[in-house]
């Protein structure tokens, strides 16, 4: 599975999303309806799911779930 397809996923699982509601193009708080709590849960479980930490001021620069993916494929690569 891609990192955009486990993205996804996480999404549609914390936000009850269906999967066609979530593209790369998607921002996260405006199209997908996510609040600040959610934000929390979903950097919690990708820092959990990729083996990564995600800083706080890392956060505010990932709007869209594009963002998102292109952020921990650049953290894997390290």
Request: proline share 1%.
């Amino acid at each position: 599975m891609d990192i955009f397809e486990q993205v996804k996923k996480i999404l549609c699982d914390q936000l009850d999303l269906d999967e066609e509601q979530v593209t790369e193009d998607s921002e996260v708080i405006d199209d997908l309806g996510a609040d600040s709590l959610d934000i929390v849960d979903l950097v919690m479980t990708l820092e959990e799911e990729f083996d990564t930490e995600i800083p706080d001021e890392d956060i505010e620069n990932l709007r869209t779930v594009g963002d998102i993916v292109k952020y921990i494929e650049e953290r894997s690569a390290e």
